[in-house]
């Protein structure tokens, strides 16, 4: 099983398929490099090397109690883009992934990027506020936290979308069974919402 040891001990597991120019995929909450399986094989099927980490405290790395945080998250993805030597990268984030993605710039620059891809991503920011008044309501993080700790298999399988969110807007509502397949649930988050951001600038 491949992994990378971070700086402080974690082991972060990572897939890492064919040959060519890296694509780095980078998951949201609460997935885990599963998420891009399809992903993985374009990118691949068309000449370019993909990999899929999962994060500290998701699929295979370890779980952790510490550590839990987007500088942490950015200092773990660049600990694997040494491991592995990575140059001529382009970073692909959903989600919560598109934060780490925006840290790790912010923390360690763009020397061995290429571009950067955000999908339906957290930045610039996601809650509601006189200056964002498209955001997502304080009341919807409070109940997601609320039920991971309550019931965590009631929140995935039942919840129907908060009508604020981008599967409320959409009336997207979760599959009811135990287990969504992440692939699908990322897909359908990731539908019509891309931001590309080239370093250096494509010309």
Request: aromatic share 8%.
């Amino acid at each position: 099983m491949p992994i990378c040891t971070t700086r402080d001990g974690v082991e972060i597991f990572y897939k890492d398929w064919g040959q060519g120019r890296p694509v780095v995929f980078i998951h949201g909450w609460p997935l885990n490099g599963d998420a891009w399986q399809d992903q993985l094989k374009a990118v691949v099927d068309a000449g370019y090397r993909g990999i899929a980490h999962d994060r500290r405290g998701h699929g295979h790395s370890t779980p952790v109690w510490d550590g839990y945080d987007f500088d942490t998250f950015a200092d773990d993805l660049n600990d694997l883009l040494t491991h592995l030597d990575l140059r001529d990268v382009t970073l692909v984030a959903h989600s919560m992934g598109g934060g780490e993605l925006a840290r790790y710039i912010g923390r360690h620059g763009t020397g061995r990027l290429r571009s950067a891809v955000l999908l339906s991503a957290i930045p610039p920011v996601m809650i509601k506020s006189d200056k964002n008044p498209e955001g997502v309501p304080d009341e919807v993080f409070d109940a997601l936290k609320d039920g991971v700790l309550t019931e965590r298999s009631h929140r995935t399988t039942k919840e129907r979308p908060h009508p604020g969110t981008w599967a409320g807007r959409h009336r997207r509502v979760p599959a009811q069974r135990p287990h969504p397949a992440p692939r699908h649930r990322g897909a359908e988050s990731c539908a019509g919402h891309v931001t590309i951001a080239s370093y250096p600038p494509a010309p």
